[in-house]
């Protein structure tokens, strides 16, 4: 029998969050590092991260799952744009068919991440929710798979005099099941994706349903299903037809992006007039549905075969452009004077960012801010050792980037086991002039400029919001680029020192 060695009780991964990426990370672990220790701290006690928790009526991809779904695991669901539960249930078998769900721990919010570069090991402490105690594992790599914005608590601004209004009032994100909106009058606040998707499905059975925006946003129609998804089906084995599908849809989005960017005016015109085309003759689309800045200088919304443009065509909807003054027992004035009469009224006002899932990091005792970071490949941060997050695309899906993350850890660790090395820093370069890390004009990135951290002009410090152009730097690109520091670390671990990974 082997001796036990000290390094026994270290993880060589920990991902933390059970999501989308948390899931897809360690799928790819374990196909490509079959020989590596992980787990997965997950705070909340159920697997799906995003689509577990969002609960609103209607809840939905605002991406077609050929793209959001994973590259490893083909979507077999009719619908390209699908609803949460179908979701969610793609990612539990996700995690279920290979025995992933067996390395997750449930309840374990992760509070602080301590690197000692002596130890080449992170010191990972996790509060447990089923009895409030602190538990603390090591990782040689941190991976942190928790999204980008807070679960904890969304953007809510406070209304004047929204104390006297009697009816219901609620956020989506904390979409409360005992509301009953049947027959019932629905304000619904808001533009974005979230309030597209509330919008016809709350019509279906309420008495009226109103969606008042201050500005409006681009949305575009598309297919809740994919014909030649469905036709590549029938013609070709199952993984290539996905392959096919997926890389149509990659294309497209890119395609249709860039064209954004080069004849904004073009497709802006293009935009408005579908939105007109779906909508009753002298419909004012100049006010409500043509928006002050250019396509994609914000994320443009989806309704899967225009639904909402139906809902409105049919009189179960409607949109109003203003801004609130007050409310009332009732409902709400607006500036206009006009007055919403509501019996519920749901603030879709958007999400509130944070980095890292908010856990607090030090390297070698000095606190490391993702604010005060570069960010190397828009994945690791500049100066802070064995560290990788996932973060999305944010005019794509965000599986592609998530996908292509997973795949650059899995060569980093193969990369350093080839050469002994067990610390992977980038090294930044002061004379590296920084930008925003998203170039959106977003109202919540906006408000996160003070959380998100910073990007470099040049690569490897370019943060690229194109697929292709990841692929060849993130899945080809050399892992030694120069930029990327190792060291050979040959330390020991005191034995001693409690490992709560070894507990069950």
Not at 123 to 152: F, K, N
């Amino acid at each position: 029998m082997r001796p036990q060695s000290p390094d026994d009780d270290v993880l060589d991964v920990l991902i933390v969050g059970a999501g989308l990426s948390g899931i897809g990370a360690a799928r790819q672990l374990q196909q490509r590092c079959p020989d590596k220790r992980f787990a997965i701290l997950e705070a909340r006690d159920a697997i799906g991260g995003t689509w577990d928790l969002f609960r609103y009526p209607g809840i939905r991809s605002d991406s077609d799952m050929y793209t959001l779904g994973y590259r490893f695991k083909p979507w077999r669901g009719a619908k390209a744009i699908a609803d949460g539960p179908s979701i969610l249930a793609y990612i539990r078998e996700t995690a279920e068919e290979t025995g992933i769900t067996r390395h997750i721990r449930f309840g374990h919010k992760v509070v602080g991440a301590a690197w000692r570069s002596d130890e080449a090991c992170w010191t990972i402490d996790a509060d447990r929710s089923a009895d409030g105690s602190r538990q603390r594992l090591r990782a040689r790599l941190l991976y942190v798979c928790a999204g980008y914005y807070s679960y904890a608590e969304g953007h809510r601004p406070e209304f004047p005099g929204e104390h006297e209004f009697r009816g219901r009032m609620v956020h989506p994100q904390f979409w409360d099941p005992s509301i009953d909106y049947a027959g019932k009058r629905v304000v619904v606040i808001g533009s974005g994706a979230t309030a597209v998707t509330l919008v016809p499905a709350m019509a279906e059975t309420a008495a009226h349903v109103t969606m008042l925006q201050r500005s409006p946003t681009y949305i575009v129609t598309r297919p809740g299903e994919d014909p030649i998804a469905h036709k590549l089906r029938r013609m070709l084995p199952e993984r290539l037809a996905y392959r096919a599908t997926r890389w149509k849809n990659v294309l497209l989005g890119m395609f249709f992006f860039q064209l954004a960017r080069r004849r904004p005016a073009k497709v802006k015109e293009r935009i408005v007039g579908m939105a007109a085309a779906q909508l009753t003759p002298g419909f004012d689309v100049g006010t409500h549905f043509t928006p002050r800045y250019n396509p994609w200088d914000q994320r443009v919304c989806l309704v899967p075969d225009g639904d909402l443009f139906r809902e409105i065509r049919n009189g179960r909807a409607s949109v109003v452009t203003d801004q609130i003054d007050r409310f009332t027992a009732d409902g709400i004035v607006l500036k206009s004077g006009q007055t919403l009469p509501a019996d519920v009224v749901v603030v879709a006002t958007g999400l509130k960012l944070n980095m890292l899932g908010d856990i607090a990091l030090t390297v070698d005792g000095q606190a490391r801010r993702p604010s005060e970071s570069l960010a190397y490949k828009g994945m690791m941060l500049g100066n802070v050792p064995n560290l990788v997050l996932a973060f999305g695309y944010t005019n794509a899906s965000w599986t592609l980037k998530a996908d292509l993350t997973a795949e650059y850890v899995c060569r980093l660790l193969r990369f350093m086991d080839r050469r002994g090395h067990r610390m992977a820093m980038p090294e930044v370069d002061p004379t590296v002039q920084t930008v925003p890390f998203l170039d959106f004009s977003s109202g919540y990135v906006q408000r996160a400029a003070s959380v998100l951290p910073r990007q470099g002009q040049r690569k490897p410090w370019r943060v690229y919001q194109n697929y292709l152009m990841d692929m060849l730097t993130i899945r080809h690109g050399r892992i030694d680029d120069g930029v990327l520091r190792f060291d050979r670390v040959a330390a020991t671990l005191p034995t001693n020192d409690p490992i709560a990974e070894a507990q069950s």
